[in-house]
């Protein structure tokens, strides 16, 4: 499988809200309601931060909600915080029991 | 409260054997709600899943088309971990590795809630 497309970098000031965008295809994003969002700061493991498409896990701020249309999911930060300064990388189920990622999105804090 | 440690060397030859290990505390690798995976990263392939294990009654194994012909994961009940095992290894295969596991009971089966720590490879001669 491909891997699911974001944007390199995405940025805004604190208080702003700001939104990452994931295409991927009808094989994936477009067929199953299984998308993922992880954050990953430097030298440290991805942290799931929502699951199935909209469901956040025990722990995350609700500052972070996630949406799906089409082949597209989108992960919108808001209330945006310097701690929120990370990568962030989409996964989605790909059927036949796999598993696809994203090329990640770099989000700064200005 | 689920902890994955993962072990295992962090230089091998190109043609050799990758092989690392993650230990389980807080769960049980034959649990019939969870699953087991291996996820690299690298900086030309990004997030790469790469397989799992998991046990329903009986042990299954599922593995990313890009590298089904060389990989196996095992677990290992007596010591509550499991394995990945990477063959005919190039440079191409240096990357950080991780073990993860789903949430299937109160979760998700399709997400990843818990990561080990990463071991980063490198192949090289």
């Known amino acids: 499988q491909s891997a699911l497309t974001q944007p390199r970098s995405v940025s805004g000031s604190p208080g702003q809200s700001v939104t990452i965008s994931c295409t991927g295809t009808?094989?994936?994003?477009?067929?199953?309601?299984?998308v993922s969002w992880y954050q990953q700061r430097p030298g440290k493991a991805p942290k799931l931060m929502i699951y199935?498409?909209?469901k956040g896990p025990s722990g995350v701020p609700d500052r972070f909600s996630g949406s799906k249309s089409g082949s597209t999911a989108s992960l919108t930060i808001s209330g945006l915080q310097a701690e929120d300064e990370a990568d962030y990388y989409c996964?989605?189920?790909?059927?036949?029991?796999?598993?696809?990622f994203g090329g990640g999105t770099k989000v700064t804090v200005l | 409260q689920v902890q994955l440690q993962q072990s295992g060397p962090g230089l091998v030859k190109p043609s050799q054997t990758l092989s690392l290990t993650c230990a389980i505390s807080g769960d049980s690798v034959s649990s019939n709600s969870a699953a087991w995976s291996w996820i690299r990263q690298s900086p030309s392939r990004g997030l790469e899943w790469l397989g799992r294990?998991?046990?329903?009654?009986?042990?299954?194994?599922d593995y990313a088309v890009s590298v089904k012909s060389r990989i196996t994961i095992n677990p290992d009940t007596s010591k509550n971990q499991f394995s990945l095992q990477l063959n005919s290894v190039t440079p191409e295969d240096t990357a950080v590795y991780f073990c993860?596991?789903?949430?299937?009971?109160?979760?998700?089966?399709?997400?990843?809630?818990?990561w080990g720590q990463g071991t980063l490879v490198t192949v090289s001669s």
């Open positions: 993860a596991r789903d949430n299937c009971n109160v979760g998700s089966c399709y997400a990843f809630f818990y």
């Open positions: 996964c989605s189920y790909a059927g036949s029991y796999t598993w696809v």
């Open positions: 009808s094989s994936d994003i477009g067929s199953y309601n299984y």
């Open positions: 199935d498409v909209s």
């Open positions: 294990t998991y046990y329903r009654s009986k042990w299954y194994n």
